[in-house]
């Protein structure tokens, strides 16, 4: 295959491997600050996300986002075909680039999830992933990566924070706003420490390959991207830690995950 570069496509498979993994990781860390009988719940409205997202994204997810829109257009990439050559302005085949930009969708709608715990029912959620990701999630991928007006404006994403979190974070607050207060929100807290710690450090790890497969490439652009997510990571754990201290008399595991989380 013309153009290949075997280090880089072994990367970026790697990169796959642990941003797929970061979605069990944000099914841990939000299973454990609900109610015991919510955990598997929550942790479910995280998982499925796996498996919705990615037959939404084989069949028409990809394929809307980085091929051409138009009339008749937009179907080159249906269930994954043509993606045999090396992708554009890479050194990486179609497909792991199909596949790596897959586990940003699926991640993406994941992170909503957080918003909506113990105030909707598991199935609707599951319909609601689907719509999303074709209705917001796609569009806006299409717009920013895949070539559309706001790339034509110079926008530029590298890893993620419009395409991802600032899709997935305004479209958690409406749907949040939309559902209202829980229940039983005085009653809530946090019942599985451990459940929080391990999923952040799940998170942490596979944000590894989150920016640093970003750069597409094991190259001076992924080293640094790395760098400066652990460095990220570490100072906003001690600074809310250090802030706990000083404010409530004594850290917590919570606080530091959360605040590890926040800097990532």
Known sequence: MEGLNNGDTAWM???????????????????????DSNIVNTMMMSIISMG??????????????FDEWGAGKGFTYVGFRNLDTVWPDTTMPGMTFAVFQMTFAIIAAAIISGAVVERIRFSAYAIFIVVWVLAVYVPLCHWIW?????AEMGAKDFAGGTVVHISS?????????????????????????????????????????????SAFAANGDC?????TTYVAAAAAMVMWVTVERILDGAPTSIGAMSGAVAGL
């Open 13 to 35: 498979a790697m990169s796959c491997a642990l941003v797929l993994f970061m979605t069990p990781g944000l099914a841990f860390f939000y299973g454990g600050l609900v109610r």
């Open 52 to 65: 919705l997202t990615t037959l939404t994204w084989l069949i028409f997810g990809f394929t809307w986002s």
């Open 146 to 150: 895949g070539g559309g007006w706001i």
């Open 169 to 213: 974070g305004t479209s958690a607050f409406a749907l949040a706003s939309l559902l209202g207060e829980r229940k039983h929100r005085a009653e809530s807290f946090p019942s599985n420490l451990p459940f929080v710690i391990l999923g952040g450090g799940i998170l942490w790890l596979g944000w590894t390959g989150f920016n640093g497969g």
């Open 223 to 227: 080293a640094l991207a790395i760098a």
